[in-house]
């Protein structure tokens, strides 16, 4: 007979193979909101709608830099007023912006702000320039894209070695 008490290493094993399905069990959480996060960023875009990432912070406190935002394309008679709408900018200085439509001028262009800013913007966006309604805002699915353009590549570094992590924890616990 060895002197080993029966049972005497139970508790500590128990005590890992907790700790290692509690670690899985996070990995995979992550995992699955990062990939829903990203699915509702593309899930209306077969649909006709577009998807607009949000790169400044134009429209906080309600839309954030790095929040993709589903945008339906305008029917011709939607009311804008006060709605938050996607436009062509007409100033050249982004593609497309995303703000709010305050006002109609008489000849029929409509004034557009950014809730954070402090004034209107600088030329009205003739009707055929708003491009669409916000109605679906996913938050953070678009981080990585805002720190790579800010040049925050520590961070981006952080979440692909997180992501990765979390994803081998998966595959390789078993």
Do not use: C
Not at 29 to 34: F, H
């Amino acid at each position: 007979m060895s002197g080993a008490v029966p049972g005497a290493g139970d508790e500590q094993d128990h005590g890992a193979g907790s700790l290692r399905v509690l670690l899985r069990a996070v990995a995979a959480g992550a995992l699955m909101s990062a990939g829903g996060l990203f699915l509702w960023s593309v899930v209306a875009l077969p649909f006709g709608w577009t998807s607009q990432l949000v790169l400044t912070g134009s429209m906080e406190p309600r839309i954030h830099p790095g929040d993709v935002v589903l945008v339906q394309p305008r029917p011709a008679d939607d009311v804008l007023l006060g709605r938050i709408a996607l436009l062509r900018d007409p100033s050249g200085v982004h593609p497309r912006l995303l703000h709010r439509i305050v006002r109609r001028t008489e000849d029929g262009a409509y004034v557009s702000k950014g809730d954070a800013n402090i004034g209107e913007d600088s030329t009205p966006v003739p009707a055929e320039d708003v491009l669409g309604l916000a109605r679906v805002r996913v938050p953070f699915v678009g981080l990585p894209v805002v720190w790579l353009h800010e040049g925050r590549h520590g961070a981006l570094a952080v979440l692909v070695l997180a992501l990765t992590a979390a994803l081998l924890v998966v595959l390789l616990d078993g």
